[in-house]
């Protein structure tokens, strides 16, 4: 059997596909299951039991979450940690993990995951997004669109941002919390706003029919209403 720490209980949680993530009530960021990055971390395969996150235990973690094989983190000070998956943008070398780069004076407060995406908004309420956008899920334009305005930025076949890159579309906003499905996101902003963009299969985007299966949203576009009738079967 294993326990936390006495006095070091979990007070956050996320899951991945098959490992998970917590946040101790002194900060610490431990992982288990299948964890992402385990070969760079010096772990096994298949961890059975809660572990601290090794080269990480001086920071003290406020945000985390989980997407299909990665793990990314935010510490009380700003900084972003993304492990596993295509990402490993934390992780210079073997032991040795960083954090993710973002630009100057960017304070980063909190962060969610998608299949194989991550967004991430800031103390300034700002929005960035990284990872693969085949469906339009970072919001940054078609694909098209993003390879004239991220010439020269390393690109990932088919279609993967390895760094943060910041949402224009939602550069007026304040943004205050996202969520992430496995090929859509959504954000909400302070003063009660609710964006989405992505696949747009099975309604989830919430734009009525105006996207579908076969379409992507490819920038956030607000949620501008809601059904207020019902329908029995």
Request: hydrophobic share 35%; aromatic share 8%; proline share 6%.
């Amino acid at each position: 059997t294993s326990e936390f720490p006495a006095g070091d209980p979990p007070i956050l949680i996320a899951l991945g596909a098959n490992h998970q993530a917590a946040i101790s009530a002194k900060g610490q960021l431990i992982a288990w299951g299948e964890v992402p990055g385990h070969h760079y971390l010096n772990w096994s395969a298949l961890e059975y039991c809660p572990r601290v996150v090794p080269g990480l235990e001086e920071e003290r973690f406020v945000s985390v979450a989980c997407g299909d094989e990665h793990v990314a983190a935010v510490t009380s000070s700003g900084k972003l940690f993304v492990l596993g998956g295509s990402f490993l943008t934390s992780v210079r070398s073997l032991r040795e993990i960083v954090p993710t780069p973002m630009p100057t004076d960017v304070h980063v407060r909190g962060v969610s995951c998608g299949e194989e995406h991550v967004a991430t908004w800031t103390m300034a309420g700002k929005l960035y997004t990284f990872g693969q956008t085949t469906s339009g899920q970072l919001g940054l334009g078609s694909w098209a669109s993003l390879q004239q305005t991220c010439r020269g930025m390393k690109v990932r076949p088919p279609a993967f941002i390895a760094h943060p890159q910041l949402v224009s579309k939602l550069d007026t906003k304040r943004i205050v919390n996202t969520s992430c499905g496995d090929l859509f996101t959504a954000a909400l902003t302070s003063d009660g706003q609710l964006y989405t963009w992505g696949h747009g299969g099975h309604g989830r985007l919430g734009h009525g029919q105006e996207y579908s299966a076969t379409s992507c949203c490819w920038e956030p576009q607000r949620v501008r209403s809601m059904s207020l009738s019902s329908s029995v079967s």
